[in-house]
């Protein structure tokens, strides 16, 4: 079934240094996935979504990496900010026709230290 | 801003109450979601509307929760008789209307039953 999940559960980055941020997923037939950004008190949102066929995705300072071999993306933040310090989940999105089926992972909380 | 407002956004309740949570979308989009999130997790759907329509319906939708989109505008969810398991942030999402998987969130209406 449909399943998005992530490595670990915190991950702590010194600002100024890069960050990777990594998911599995287990459904081999999953074709679109998005990352999104939860601040503390806020809804999830968007950042950047890749589809599978695609293996790269840059947009300002982040990029999204797609392995579909071993069912592996990554997000990478560029120079880490503190305004970066939030919730990261992937998401799948199975739906279509404008329906946006989107099944969310766990979460990986990203903290910069200044 | 995302285009959606909920209330209210915090509801403390003591379990067997009732309790009502609104979600505005700004007016021309016609796709409008429900997620609960609990804690550490990532958001879990629990339904969709198109138009008034409601559309699809998640297993964690118990019959103690009601979702309506009578004008298809705002939405409406109910829960009657709580449970302290449902204590949660209730999210409210609509697209924008294009064929991305972007969903743009509201802040959400954290339910706290006592």
């Known amino acids: 079934g449909e399943s998005v999940g992530l490595h670990l559960p915190t991950l702590s980055v010194q600002e100024g240094d890069n960050s990777i941020i990594n998911c599995a997923y287990s459904n081999s037939a999953s074709d679109y996935f998005i990352w999104y950004k939860q601040e503390s008190g806020k809804g999830p949102q968007f950042i950047i979504d890749i589809r599978s066929n695609m293996d790269k995705r840059q947009g300002q300072r982040v990029t999204v990496l797609l392995n579909k071999t071993v069912k592996h993306l990554s997000l990478q933040i560029a120079a880490t900010q503190p305004g970066d310090s939030a919730v990261y989940f992937c998401?799948?999105?199975?739906?279509?026709?404008?329906?946006?089926?989107?099944?969310f992972g766990t979460g990986t909380k990203l903290q910069v230290i200044p | 801003d995302t285009g959606v407002s909920q209330n209210p956004r915090h509801k403390i309740t003591k379990r067997g109450q009732n309790v009502t949570f609104r979600c505005d979308p700004i007016?021309?989009?016609?796709?409008l979601y429900w997620y609960r999130q609990t804690l550490g997790q990532g958001p879990e759907f629990l339904t969709y509307f198109q138009n008034e329509a409601q559309l699809e319906k998640s297993r964690l939708l118990s019959d103690r929760f009601s979702a309506e989109r009578p004008k298809g505008s705002f939405s409406t969810l109910e829960i009657q008789r709580t449970e302290q398991g449902d204590s949660a942030m209730y999210l409210c999402?609509?697209?924008?209307?294009?064929?991305?998987?972007?969903?743009?969130f509201g802040e959400g209406s954290r339910l706290t039953v006592l």
């Open positions: 007016s021309e989009h016609n796709r």
């Open positions: 998401a799948e999105n199975g739906g279509s026709g404008g329906y946006q089926k989107v099944t």
């Open positions: 999402a609509r697209t924008s209307g294009g064929n991305t998987g972007e969903l743009f």
